[in-house]
């Protein structure tokens, strides 16, 4: 197990553990292959396979440029490496660096929708890998090469972009240099300097070191103010030992021979070595307001806090992403490798490079729009100190960066296809990615900056203890665990957690103090229902979903998490005799379903069995209001078996019923009905109806039924391949939220910060 340094982790730091369990959860790995055409029926077979892929095989051996068109080849990029510098961690080989390779691949997946694959290949010598990969040209639109140590990355790189005519991109060395770049023209901007004056120092001088150095040479940085160190200390003019000619290209003439020599008045440092490398006394010697990127991953070469303690006028960043100002090539290849694919560039040229420079640096001098404020967690971020560069779930990077990449390569002739609606071109771009991550991100921050104490209802489970253990690791608040102590510390004992670790409170419903104010609340609650004290009392003793509400109703504490141990409808009866729901609303459950890209908010999944009209309207409300709070501007469906009408029936009434009661409510968001399904979420079926007022596909569903919510939720996620988060409860007058049952740890911190989240400010 790797020894890290607990005291320095940042807020939103992992487990080991976690980190093993994530790897290691459902499918191994984090990818998977689907196909993209139906592969059902005898013909689908003869079109896919033989006789009919004949046919995209001759016109693709006429005319090679028809593989875009057939093949998976336009979306494809490999991502190849050889696992001898994997981050900062050193040469630990091929298939050690697979987890790394597959995490590249998911993030091209998720932040610009190309398809990727990782390949590993276990070889240290130069040639043998560039014959293995120079013949995979036909498979692939790119070639992302990844952690290979310098030198050999360069030999490598610069032979296959000779071998091959699809884009060949060293993401360490071009990646990180393109993002590098961009942070510190913004914090030369921000302090006062100039590109020609400044001195700089990097400690590094492999893949990602030479090219940030050759980049911004390139840029006019002055090569007589740049000094580069390695291992042996400063490279200087005449030194022998552990050179190579890219190092040489480098030599300072200078009489410092030691880090700490050539970082004494040093404006800004560039960290692309190990954890660790600068000490405070290096950082101390720094001229003022000094720019320091530590960039070496997972841990940087000094961390924020570190800087902090020693000075107060730096400008920061780091590789990772739990701090601010992250400087890691996520924010460059996925974006880069989208315009590259879409105008079929042959390579990925200087143009196409300095253009993304320009495009990353100027996002982040740009105000930040409304709509993208939940990707910078409910700030309104400003260019500054804090914020020298774009976040990587920022959603205009989709729309900016591969605009100007593949309006560099038009311009300099290595596209082998012309956009010419530019305009056009961002606007799918930006229909490509949906915002639910950055509004996931946002939330777990905004709880971050306010934490709430969240009872944990049924903390005697193991998977509780473990969802309050995140809870608390990753700074949302406290984690106050209701159950029976012995017990809570058996199980805790059994999963090796420690509950003295702060953020952890163990409640004791035994020998509470509040035992008496909470029966006495819940009985003024129940005694017109039929309730004698000694009921009330019993429901507080014994269980613990009127514990923790009450707790909730009575302000010792922000929010609860309950479910695993007792159905939703049952725990949801538990809470409802305690908490009532908000004046004006009403109660319900929303999932959302996240498929392919795109999420949909499903109404109600929780609560109303058979919802008269008046109720499917008040759920689209509720549902409305939920998905605008998380960023989704609503188009509500309200879903049948029919569409406007047809084929009429008694069931569909209701539902139409509900679209008039809207209309006279005035609502002041899209919605439209009855419809069915495929009319809701496939465009080409709504423009069958050119008079529906959803302006697009919907993304909130009211469902006609609890049955039909619950069946298609289902169904969702155990054939469709969804992730279904939820039902999330809405419209009670606290925040309580209810996990399915046997709901895993994950899950159940989900709902915690979702809780916490609902309990506001
Ligand atoms: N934030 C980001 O986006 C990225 C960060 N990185 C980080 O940069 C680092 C280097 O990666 P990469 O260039 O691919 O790897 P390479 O193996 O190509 O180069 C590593 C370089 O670091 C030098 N080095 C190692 N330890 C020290 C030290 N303690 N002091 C001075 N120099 C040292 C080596 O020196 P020598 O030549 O003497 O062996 C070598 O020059 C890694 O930590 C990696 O995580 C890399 C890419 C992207
Ligand atoms: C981020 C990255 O690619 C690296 O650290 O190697
Ligand atoms: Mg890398």
Redesign the pocket.
């Given at each position: 197990m790797p020894d890290i340094d607990k005291k320095n982790r940042p807020a939103t730091s992992v487990t080991d553990q976690e980190a093993l369990d994530f790897h290691a959860m459902g499918r191994p790995g984090k990818l998977e292959i689907n196909p993209t055409k139906p592969m059902a029926t005898q013909r689908d077979l003869s079109l896919a396979y033989s006789p009919g892929v004949a046919v995209p095989v001759k016109a693709i051996a006429a005319d090679p440029q028809t593989a875009y068109d057939y093949t998976a080849r336009g979306n494809m990029v490999a991502v190849i490496s050889n696992g001898?510098?994997i981050?900062?961690l050193?040469n630990l080989g091929a298939l050690a660096s697979k987890p790394v390779m597959e995490g590249k691949a998911v993030l091209f997946k998720r932040f610009a929708d190309v398809d990727s694959i990782d390949l590993e290949i276990d070889t240290e010598n130069v040639d043998e890998f560039i014959n293995c990969v120079r013949f995979l040209g036909p498979s692939f639109g790119g070639i992302n090469l990844e952690?290979i140590?310098?030198p050999d990355?360069f030999v490598i790189e610069s032979r296959l972009r000779e071998l091959m005519d699809i884009p060949v991109f060293h993401?360490?060395q071009h990646?990180?240099a393109i993002?590098a770049a961009a942070g510190l023209i913004n914090a030369l901007e921000l302090t006062g300097r100039d590109l020609k004056t400044t001195k700089l120092i990097c400690?590094?001088?492999?893949?990602?070191?030479i090219a940030c150095v050759e980049l911004i040479k390139a840029m006019g940085f002055a090569p007589e103010n740049i000094i580069l160190?390695?291992?042996?200390g400063v490279i200087y003019q005449g030194r022998t030992e552990?050179m190579n000619q890219w190092?040489s290209a480098h030599a300072a003439k200078t009489d410092a021979r030691t880090?700490e020599e050539a970082m004494k008045g040093a404006d800004v440092i560039f960290g692309?070595?190990?954890k660790g490398?600068f000490s405070a006394k290096m950082i101390r010697s720094m001229a003022d307001r000094p720019i320091i990127f530590a960039?070496?991953?997972p841990d940087p070469e000094i961390t924020p806090e570190e800087v902090a303690r020693i000075r107060d006028d730096a400008i920061m960043a780091t590789?990772r992403s739990d701090y601010p100002n992250q400087?890691?090539?996520?924010l460059g290849f996925p974006y880069i490798f989208r315009g590259a694919l879409d105008v079929r560039a042959s390579t990925i040229n200087d143009a196409m490079k300095i253009a993304a420079v320009k495009a990353l640096a100027n996002l982040a001098r740009e105000d930040v729009p409304d709509d993208v404020v939940a990707a910078y967690q409910g700030n309104r971020p400003r260019f500054g100190a804090q914020y020298i560069i774009p976040v990587p779930f920022d959603p205009r990077l989709i729309s900016a960066i591969p605009v100007a990449v593949a309006q560099a390569a038009i311009e300099s002739g290595v596209a082998r296809k012309v956009i010419t609606d530019m305009a056009g071109y961002a606007r799918e771009l930006s229909a490509r990615r949906d915002p639910i991550a950055s509004t996931l991100a946002s939330l777990y921050e905004r709880v971050r900056r306010r934490p709430k104490r969240i009872v944990f209802a049924e903390a005697e489970e193991e998977q509780v203890l473990r969802a309050a253990l995140s809870y608390a690791n990753q700074q949302l608040g406290t984690a106050l665990l209701l159950g029976r102590e012995d017990l809570i510390r058996a199980t805790a004992e059994r999963a090796g957690i420690d509950l003295n670790r702060p953020g952890l409170e163990i409640v004791n419903a035994r020998i509470s103090t509040r035992v008496e104010a909470y029966i006495d609340y819940l009985y003024a609650r129940l005694q017109r229902k039929g309730y004698l004290h000694r009921d009330a009392q019993r429901l507080i003793h014994n269980d613990r979903n009127h514990f923790a509400a009450s707790m909730v109703a009575l302000g010792d504490a922000d929010g609860m998490v309950t479910g695993i141990t007792r159905n939703y409808s049952t725990a949801l009866e538990d809470v409802r005799r305690c908490i009532d729901e908000k004046p004006g609303h009403r109660v319900i459950g929303v999932s959302l379903a996240l498929c392919r890209g795109r999420t949909v908010f499903v109404a109600d999944t929780a609560v109303h069995d058979m919802p008269s009209a008046e109720e499917l309207a008040d759920i689209a409300e509720e549902a409305a209001g939920l998905a605008r709070r998380m960023g989704y501007p609503p188009r509500v469906a309200l879903l049948a078996y029919s569409t406007f009408g047809h084929p009429s029936g008694e069931r569909s009434e209701r539902v139409r019923e509900a679209v008039k009661i809207l209309d006279r409510r005035r609502v002041d968001f899209e919605y439209d009905g009855e419809m069915a399904a495929d009319v809701a979420l496939n465009r080409k079926v709504m423009e069958q109806y050119p008079f529906c007022r959803l302006s697009g596909p919907a993304n909130v569903l009211v469902m006609p039924a609890f049955h039909s919510a619950s069946i298609s939720t289902k169904m969702l996620q155990e054939l469709g391949g969804s992730t279904v988060i939820g039902p999330i409860l809405v419209g009670l007058d606290k925040a309580v939220q209810i996990t399915s049952m046997g709901a895993k740890d994950s899950d159940i911190v989900n709902m915690a910060a979702i809780a916490a989240y609902g309990a506001g400010s």
């Open positions: 001898t510098a981050l900062g050193g952690d140590k310098a990355c993401d360490d990646g990180t993002i400690n590094g001088a492999g893949a990602a070191a160190c390695d291992t042996k552990g190092k880090l692309l070595s190990q490398a960039m070496a991953n590789g400087v890691n090539n996520v």
